[in-house]
């Protein structure tokens, strides 16, 4: 196989490429900004390469689109933005109660309510918190890059299965509409029977089998909880970050998503100016890199933590290295593109300490 | 003397085990119908079920069959991903009419629309059964409920929703007929109905319905003979009997 050549390409068309060569068998859109590039892309790639595209009447139906694919054991997405998001909620924890690996992508915007539709990190929480109802917990996937963006959908599909259990790629408004080089790739090896050992395909020569989240037998809650738990304990083992000029650093910069590359610049301006400054990217949001954190806390470094919100990750950063650090905070109010040079004074400020 | 008559097997896909479900409820009868059906068209092991919330979200105890639950209403968008990633099956939703016809009333709308070859057993008893009694879509103008505890008010609650009606008027739609199970000869008529609808799946014509008028005796504060009754004397004077669209009716003739 020839080495595949560079494309140019955006965000959300990257997301769209990789869901298509991770296997991806049918997608369910609804129009909301800023990822509309990506139902508009995979409404016509994705039944010239066999599979189902679904404008569904809602974010709501979508989301229930892919539940029911999800059920069947096939590879199935859904993307949205955030007040759409919002909307997925109730399939999302039912996907998660009856563990269902349906891939969702949010694109997300500002916020609270309709917000405006530029970049934000203000969903966080919601993606790493539950965001529907109950005690569960998706697997979140942060690309920093458009070429991430490929990459981390494939990985989607991967954990999804994995884990059988809904995993969420959470981009912003920055990487959907970037465009970037990226190097395409086909993953190797997918299993063909994937799936077909618990999915919905009617009840041939055996038993039936039923998905459901509903549990109202005595303990039988509490029984899938447990399981539940022990899977999320067990998503521990998926922890991912880019660790950037952290050795010898004073200050560890902890941003994620394209916050976390526009940091990266920041960083690199200020090394040439002397500063021992260095940076941490969370790539899984769940699991977090709290071990990777304490650890650099450990050896004394100070932390200040970056977000396009607020004050959301920053809490996770704090419970990771509460033992012996604390973590400075820098938020960046949405409505607006934030450049390197946005970061220079805050970074500088928490390397004085 | 009277002598029994067997007309018809007990279908295969239909569990041996008590059901849940209150005495003189509909339920049982139409889940029997649907698993009559389904044996009938041999369709048992292709047919993927859908459950919805209230009463028959147990439906997949008494049908063996593959079966996925689906959140309150949601029961058509996850049958359509269902149907889309598995379109080889028989896929059915199974949906009462808080779940169809109020918080659910966007699916059905545009599962129907879109087409999909999927077919929806309607349970219509003009309450919310499992919840305990409240005003559904479908309850009657002054029928009493916990929540219209004054009887259903047209001016304050609108007029009931004819389901049946609306989904007929869809491009989408090759099948949509209201059946009752009040007595043998409309059971009879239901069986026919239901068994369309799934051949008409087989057939891939489009979405295909059947309302079922049902009873709810607990939460009509009925017996179960007097609910039969009303389905006689009050709902099918308002939700009338019969066949509201049938694509291949002319080419049978």
Redesign the interface.
């Known amino acids: 196989m020839s080495t595949p050549k560079r494309i140019f390409v955006k965000g959300n068309e990257a997301i769209s490429r990789g869901a298509l060569a991770a296997g991806m068998?049918?997608f369910?859109g609804y129009p909301i900004t800023p990822q509309n590039d990506i139902p508009e892309f995979l409404s016509q790639a994705l039944p010239d390469a066999g599979g189902?595209f679904?404008q569904?009447?809602?974010e709501?139906?979508?989301a229930?689109?892919?539940?029911?694919?999800?059920?069947?054991g096939?590879r199935?997405m859904t993307s949205s933005s955030s007040p759409g998001m919002s909307l997925k909620q109730?399939?999302i924890s039912?996907m998660a109660g009856?563990e269902l690996p349906g891939v969702l992508v949010n694109v997300s915007r500002g916020g609270p309510g309709l917000g405006d539709i530029g970049p934000s990190q203000g969903d966080y929480f919601q993606s790493v918190k539950g965001g529907g109802h109950g005690d569960y917990k998706l697997l979140v996937l942060a690309p920093g890059t458009v070429q991430e963006a490929y990459d981390l959908t494939i990985k989607a599909f991967d954990l999804a299965f994995k884990y059988r259990n809904p995993v969420l790629v959470l981009a912003d408004a920055i990487i959907g509409q970037m465009k970037e080089p990226v190097v395409p790739w086909v993953p190797e090896n997918l299993d063909p029977d994937e799936g077909q050992d618990w999915g919905?395909?009617?009840?041939?020569?055996r038993?039936?089998?039923?998905?459901?989240?509903?549990f109202l037998d005595d303990g039988a809650l509490a029984g899938q909880n447990q399981k539940l738990q022990a899977k999320y304990q067990a998503m521990q083992a998926e922890v991912d970050q880019e660790l950037f000029l952290t050795e010898d650093a004073e200050l560890i910069v902890v941003a994620f998503g394209s916050i976390g590359r526009i940091v990266k610049s920041t960083i690199r301006k200020l090394r040439a100016q002397g500063h021992k400054v260095g940076l941490v990217r969370p790539i899984t949001l769940f699991p977090f890199p709290s071990e990777v954190l304490l650890n650099l806390a450990k050896e004394g470094k100070r932390f200040l933590t970056i977000e396009h919100n607020m004050g959301q990750m920053v809490e996770d950063v704090r419970l990771s290295i509460r033992t012996v650090a604390d973590s400075a905070f820098h938020g960046q109010l949405p409505g607006n593109l934030p450049t390197p040079d946005d970061f220079e004074e805050p970074i500088l400020k928490a390397l004085e300490g | 003397m009277t002598q029994e008559i067997r007309v018809t097997n007990y279908p295969e896909v239909l569990t041996d085990r008590a059901s849940h479900y209150c005495p003189g409820c509909h339920h049982g009868t139409a889940h029997r119908l649907v698993a009559e059906a389904i044996t009938d068209l041999g369709l048992?092991?292709?047919?993927?079920l859908?459950?919805s919330i209230g009463c028959s979200?147990f439906i997949?105890n008494y049908l063996?069959?593959?079966?996925?639950?689906?959140?309150h209403g949601?029961a058509p968008?996850?049958?359509?991903?269902?149907?889309?990633?598995?379109?080889d099956?028989?896929v059915f939703t199974y949906q009462g009419d808080g779940d169809l016809a109020s918080i659910g009333m966007?699916?059905i709308?545009?599962c129907a629309n879109?087409g999909e070859n999927i077919t929806t057993i309607f349970v219509n008893n003009t309450v919310y059964g499992m919840t305990g009694g409240q005003m559904a879509p479908t309850t009657l103008v002054g029928q009493k409920t916990t929540t219209c505890p004054g009887g259903r008010c047209r001016e304050n609650e609108g007029m009931p929703i004819r389901m049946t009606e609306i989904i007929a008027s869809l491009g989408g739609v090759a099948f949509a007929e209201r059946v009752a199970v009040n007595n043998i000869k409309n059971i009879k008529k239901a069986r026919k109905a239901v068994t369309k609808a799934f051949e008409y799946q087989t057939k891939e014509v489009g979405f295909s319905f059947v309302e079922v008028l049902a009873t709810c005796p607990t939460n009509w504060r009925m017996t179960p003979l007097q609910a039969n009754k009303r389905i006689e004397t009050e709902m099918i004077p308002y939700f009338p009997l019969g066949n509201f669209k049938d694509v291949l009716a002319k080419e049978e003739k």
Do not use: W
């Open positions: 068998k049918c369910f189902q679904v569904a009447e809602s709501v139906a979508a229930n689109m892919l539940l029911g694919a999800a059920g069947c096939i199935a109730e399939a039912y009856s919905l395909q009617g009840a041939t020569n038993g039936p089998r039923l998905l459901k989240s509903l | 048992v092991d292709k047919t993927i859908v459950g979200v997949y063996s069959l593959d079966a996925i639950e689906s959140p949601r968008a996850v049958a359509t991903g269902v149907k889309r990633a598995r379109p099956k028989i966007a699916e709308m545009h879109r």
